[in-house]
């Protein structure tokens, strides 16, 4: 089985493609026509669903109409509605299935012409049965373009408004819908309340695989049943069902794949710096606000994931961070959480004694996370708790943590946070009470991924 990493997925992808659980929401959104926002980061889908939705049975007298906002010219108003209307027409002749229908719509030049565009086309919907989805892909796009480069921004917008207002009483109205589609805020993209198409559509976030997701994507690759599970329950692990990464691990796995060889695919990626990660960081690394955010994040401030906090917004949408099953901010996977600290925390291994293990490869330890019923469970574990607390902790945090557990920080025979910090760890591996230690770890810096003692 061929997985895709590449572009979205197309028809002929139809059998690697994993329907989101939203999708019932979409379609009964577009059963009533109803202005969708589709949002999500990149990578995460947006297109792919637009192409399944176009191929979806329960929408078979829809025609869906694409343009992308990342293909047009924003240097004169006229070639920009020109270029828009043309492709839609393209498009629209060849998915009618009357090829004999009359189109004699003019493509538009302006804002009037828009709507008068949008007006013919819904008479053409009316007239051969049918409902049209004029899909707008990449609008996030406006949020880089400067006031003057789209200065028509408003009207264009104010006629897609005007034409879901007009419902009532233009009844051909109801055949034509919209999705927006992209990585943006619908909140800042049109300031004002009145002419924004955005404040009446419904919002939809895409959300990461489930586990069972992804073992359906992966129980479509050349692996029997048992190592499908055991790779999935892995790739999730350090996935957390983003679906870029997801079928990128489902696309490198050979058919002999364990889960080891999941953690040795993470730790190789993590050392390539791939370009979805190297784009990741430049842009956390890029904006100082974000950064210090995060840094709060996995240092153990509690923060109710909010979608009005502008912050945690544009966290978001980069893919850094989402809301974990309480509610709270979280960094968005292991993956990511290795890409953006896994500097620090190597710096913080390569402190430590050779107690926890023999080997020198120390990235390949940190990267190495627990797995049940091997003999290197309890060692893997003692080390990554050693990086993540060396790393979150400082030395008074650190005391605090003894504290919890009932150990006399004074009493650890060891000088420096890291060594006390291994004492530690080795004081509560001794009396089995790891499990306690990785709970307490997590209720004080909810925001970083522990391993699962």
């Known amino acids: 089985m061929k997985f895709k990493t590449d572009g979205p997925l197309e028809h002929q992808h139809a059998n690697i493609y994993i329907e989101p659980p939203i999708i019932i929401q979409v379609i009964r959104c577009l059963h009533e026509m109803t202005y969708l926002a589709i949002i999500a980061p990149r990578q995460q889908g947006i297109t792919s669903l637009i192409s399944h939705l176009s191929r979806h049975p329960s929408l078979y007298n829809y025609v869906f109409l694409y343009v992308s906002f990342d293909d047009l010219s924003y240097n004169d108003q006229k070639i920009w509605y020109q270029t828009m209307g043309t492709r839609i027409l393209r ?170 060889d999941v953690d040795e695919l993470a730790k190789q990626l993590v050392i390539n710096n791939i370009s979805h990660f190297s784009k990741l960081r430049g842009q956390l690394e890029g904006n100082s606000k974000l950064a210090t955010y995060v840094n709060g994040i996995v240092s153990g401030n509690r923060f109710k994931f909010n979608r009005e906090n502008p912050v945690q917004t544009q966290l978001e949408l980069l893919g850094v961070i989402k809301a974990n099953e309480d509610g709270y901010c979280i960094m968005r996977n292991r993956i990511y959480q290795m890409v953006l600290y896994g500097d620090v925390i190597i710096d913080a291994i390569e402190d430590r004694t050779e107690q926890f293990s023999s080997s020198d490869d120390s990235l390949n330890q940190l990267i190495a996370p627990p797995i049940a019923n091997t003999e290197q469970t309890q060692q893997d574990i003692q080390i990554q708790l050693l990086v993540l607390i060396s790393y979150h902790f400082n030395e008074a945090e650190l005391k605090d943590l003894c504290f919890r557990m009932g150990v006399e920080y004074e009493d650890l025979a060891a000088a420096g946070k890291v060594h006390k910090a291994r004492e530690l760890i080795t004081h509560i591996e001794r009396r089995n009470r790891l499990i306690e230690l990785t709970k307490e770890c997590q209720n004080l810096r909810p925001g970083v991924r522990w391993p699962a003692a």
């Open 91 to 260: 498009q629209l002749r060849q998915l009618l299935e009357n090829g004999s229908l009359e189109l004699s719509t003019r493509v538009p030049n302006n804002s009037v012409g828009w709507g008068s565009f949008l007006a013919d086309m819904s008479l053409v919907a009316k007239k051969c049965n049918k409902n049209i989805v004029i899909v707008i892909d990449r609008i996030d796009i406006i949020d880089r373009l400067t006031t003057s480069s789209f200065d028509w921004k408003d009207s264009f917008f104010a006629e897609l408004r005007a034409i879901h207002n007009e419902r009532p009483f233009q009844q051909e109205f109801k055949r034509i819908t919209f999705i927006f589609a992209g990585t943006y805020n619908p909140r800042t993209l049109i300031s004002d309340p009145i002419i924004s198409p955005f404040n009446i559509a419904s919002h939809i976030y895409l959300q990461d695989f489930t586990e069972e997701q992804v073992y359906q994507l992966v129980s479509k690759g050349d692996w029997g049943m048992n190592q499908s599970q055991s790779l999935a329950q892995r790739i999730h692990y350090w996935t957390d069902g983003q679906p870029y990464l997801t079928q990128l691990f489902c696309t490198l796995l050979d058919s002999g794949a364990t889960f080891r």
